[in-house]
């Protein structure tokens, strides 16, 4: 595709109920990063993906919180037993190469926990 | 890590004027310091870039100015457009100690320009 695809774009769920998100990097870029953005509080850093390495985690703001990146492409942030204050937009970027330069956003999944 | 300080949060100016937007960065190895636009609804977007070891850098109504010195940066548009208005994120990025480093984000600004 075009762009970074982001999927569900909303996802409306029940507190405790755990939720999948997904992400469609740009082919061929190596780094991925998924941010959470909540009304006032900019962009929070949560998980860092670079070709091959260990993902740098040292963003997840819980042991609920996960992610995977599958065959260096698509990546799932899984959120088990969520929680009211999961409530966010979720945003993903992908990048050409290693130097955090050049993030190119998804259109995110809003996160709204009930 | 890295802390990024963003001002001022919200940001109204008439059509025509300059806008000015000033972050502060505490990591003296940060090297790199992008700015992203956030339209209402929309994804975050590149907009301007710059390097520690450029001062300044123009791209036609915006520039970006560097003190390493004092460690802060600034967004400078000029001429400001009702397309304009939109959340404005500044970041930090750089080796720190060796360990990974990573894009630290303000918390944004909302310009808002009236006509």
């Known amino acids: 595709g075009a762009g970074v695809s982001q999927s569900p774009s909303n996802k409306v769920t029940e507190k405790g109920k755990d939720v999948e998100l997904r992400c469609d990097p740009i082919s061929g870029h190596t780094a991925l990063y998924w941010y959470r953005q909540s009304l006032g509080q900019g962009l929070e850093f949560l998980i860092y993906?670079?070709?091959?390495?260990?993902?740098?985690k040292s963003g997840l703001p819980s042991d609920r919180f996960s992610a995977e990146r599958t065959g260096g492409s698509v990546s799932t942030l899984t959120i088990q037993r969520t929680q009211q204050e999961d409530s966010a937009v979720y945003l993903c970027?992908?990048?050409?190469?290693?130097?955090?330069?050049?993030?190119?956003f998804g259109s995110g999944t809003q996160l709204s926990v009930l | 890590g890295e802390n990024v300080e963003q001002h001022p949060s919200t940001l109204s100016v008439q059509e025509g004027d300059s806008a000015v937007i000033k972050c502060t960065y505490s990591d003296s190895a940060s090297n790199y310091f992008p700015w992203y636009k956030q339209e209402l609804g929309k994804r975050p977007q590149l907009i301007i870039d710059?390097?520690?070891?450029?001062g300044e850098k123009k791209d036609q109504r915006i520039a970006v100015t560097l003190n390493k010195t004092a460690k802060h940066f600034s967004l400078h548009i000029t001429e400001t457009q009702p397309e304009d208005s939109a959340v404005y994120f500044c970041?930090?990025?750089?080796?720190?100690?060796?360990?990974?480093?990573?894009?630290?984000f303000g918390k944004g600004t909302l310009l808002t320009v009236n006509p």
């Open positions: 970027a992908s990048s050409p190469d290693s130097n955090h330069e050049k993030l190119f």
């Open positions: 710059i390097r520690s070891n450029v």
């Open positions: 993906f670079q070709g091959n390495s260990a993902p740098d």
């Open positions: 970041a930090a990025s750089g080796y720190s100690g060796g360990s990974n480093y990573k894009l630290t």
